[in-house]
T-cell receptor, first 112, second 113 residues
Framework: EAQVTQNPRYLITVTGKKLTVTCSQN?????MSWYRQDPGLGLRQIYY???????DKGDVPEGYKVSRKEKRNFPLILESPSPNQTSLYFC???????????FGNGTRLTVT | QKEVEQDPGPLSVPEGAIVSLNCTYS??????FMWYRQYSRKGPELLMY????GNKEDGRFTAQVDKSSKYISLFIRDSQPSDSATYLC?????????????FGQGTILTVHP
């Protein structure tokens, strides 16, 4: 089954404790992206990747890092999480940058 | 001003009604337009995808793009309770803005039996 898999689905952590949210897709997609979804603000793009070793900032990259060492994986790293990063995070992938996106089911992160 | 504006609703309609969802945008470079549906506790799923202006129909769903007015719409005919979800418009400029997909806030739709 074609899918984008995120882990974990739920995560509660404390300020400053580094964490990684994993994302993996099995569709051989070149394009992958991370979004955060907040009430009243909709989905905002954090980072995206056009291909292996090619990443670029979206609209809200501050406080986040990504890497794309393999085509299927695109982890999101929070080096020092803060409460304003409490949000619902989605990973997505697509054939190319302007093709329809397939989304994962989200990771709900709470930073206390 | 946000690049993409979408009325968050909520919108509540009886079963069988025609639903109209809309987005306006300010960036004239947008050329790829999408509508996503998001159920509670799920990721968005693609409903419609159009390039440039015009209409596209898929079953009960019709997407319209009017680039001259910077306005896009999604129409749902014969709405069903299973259509209850949040609907998100999304746009991409391509070209030098490749990779950047901009979403509206989403409209919450409830269809009552």
């Amino acid at each position: 089954e074609a899918q984008v898999t995120q882990n974990p689905r739920y995560l509660i952590t404390v300020t400053g404790k580094k964490l990684t949210v994993t994302c993996s897709q099995n569709m051989n997609h070149e394009y992958m992206s991370w979004y955060r979804q907040d009430p009243g603000l909709g989905l905002r793009q954090i980072y995206y990747s056009m291909n292996v070793e090619v990443t670029d900032k979206g609209d809200v990259p501050e406080g986040y890092k990504v890497s794309r060492k393999e085509k299927r994986n695109f982890p999101l790293i929070l080096e020092s999480p803060s409460p304003n990063q409490t949000s619902l995070y989605f990973c997505a992938s697509g054939t190319t940058y302007n093709s329809p996106l397939h989304f994962g089911n989200g990771t709900r992160l709470t930073v206390t | 001003q946000k690049e993409v504006e979408q009325d968050p609703g909520p919108l509540s309609v009886p079963e069988g009604a025609i639903v109209s969802l809309n987005c306006t945008y300010s960036n004239s470079a947008f050329q790829y337009f999408m509508w996503y549906r998001q159920y509670s506790r799920k990721g968005p799923e693609l409903l419609m995808y159009t390039y440039s202006s015009g209409n596209k129909e898929d079953g009960r769903f019709t997407a319209q793009v009017d680039k001259s007015s910077k306005y896009i719409s999604l129409f749902i005919r014969d709405s069903q309770p299973s259509d209850s979800a949040t609907y998100l418009c999304a746009m991409n400029a391509g070209g030098t803005s490749y990779g950047k997909l901009t979403f509206g806030q989403g409209t919450i739709l409830t269809v009552h039996p």
